[in-house]
């Protein structure tokens, strides 16, 4: 379903019935990101997805920052009726969850972070990171979704990937392709890692319950991720064995029982 507010309109599935759960997806993901997720713990978990800015059903918007969508999530929440819920999300979608606990803590329950972080905290990487995705602008801009989103499904991050059974490799690309490349620039402009505030100096101020997941081949991410657990008062780290970047893709029935463990209990 559509939901509509002041500025901007947002595409939303809700699932299932029991504790809420809202999750968020990655870059050049979509709600459709969770659907094997939502198989699994659909018996106790009420999952409400939305296709972030630029991506999915929602598609372009305008340069949306973190601190908007933040803002827009609280009354899309409203509108739910669901004033208090727990929060995951994956890689770009885990900083967005990140960025609503840290500015709308009232609203989430708990946190759970895959594949995530909490932005840049040195202003010289931070600008070298807008020049590396402006660098992605200019290749969706120059040569269309289909080059990007081989050169995309190609970088080291998913080489894991390469391990999945065919079918599950070839939905995730139809799910990248299917997206507007002009959304896919906007929220790079807006959203992107280069762009988005650093949390790393309040991480020690953040008093919710947060779970940390990363697979144990994704090098950078679990360097983060130990960073992460060793600032946050309140969380745990899972590193996923026999898995990259994408724990929920490459371990489903694992990621899907940590995760139903977690906001269950």
């Known amino acids: ?47 409400v997805c939305i296709d972030l800015p630029g991506h999915g059903k929602t598609g372009p918007v305008g340069e949306v920052t973190m601190e908007q969508f933040a803002s827009d ?17 994956y890689s770009l ?45 200019d290749k969706i801009a120059s040569q269309g979704i289909e080059e990007f989103v081989n050169y995309w499904s190609d970088i080291p991050l998913f080489k894991s990937h390469e391990q999945l059974p ?9 799910e990248r392709l299917s997206h507007d490349p002009q959304g896919l620039i906007q929220s790079l402009k807006g959203m992107g890692t280069g762009r988005q505030p650093s949390w790393w100096d309040r991480l020690s101020h953040l008093s919710i319950d947060t779970l940390l ?3 144990e081949w ?31 893709l490459e371990r489903p029935k694992f990621f899907a029982k940590i995760v139903e463990d977690f906001v269950i209990q």
């Open 1 to 47: 379903m559509y939901i509509q507010l002041k500025d901007r309109t947002y595409w939303v599935e809700d699932y299932g019935e029991g504790i809420p759960l809202l999750m968020f997806h990655g870059f050049t993901g979509s709600g459709r990101t969770f659907t094997k997720i939502h198989q699994l713990v659909t018996n106790s978990i009420r999952t």
């Open 213 to 215: 997941i990363v697979g």
């Open 166 to 174: 065919i079918e599950v490799r070839r939905r995730v690309q139809e």
């Open 218 to 248: 994704d090098e950078k991410f679990v360097a983060i991720n130990r960073e992460m657990h060793d600032q946050l008062p309140c969380s745990s780290l899972v590193i996923a064995e026999k898995a990259g970047h994408t724990v929920h």
């Open 93 to 137: 979608g885990g900083r967005a969850a990140l960025s609503l606990a840290m500015t709308y803590p009232q609203y989430v329950s708990k946190l759970i972070l895959e594949s995530a972080s909490p932005g840049i905290a040195h202003p010289d990487e931070q600008m070298a990171r807008r020049v590396k995705d402006q660098g992605l602008i």
């Open 73 to 89: 999530l609280t009354e899309i929440l409203d509108e739910l009726e669901l004033p208090r819920i727990h929060v995951l999300g």
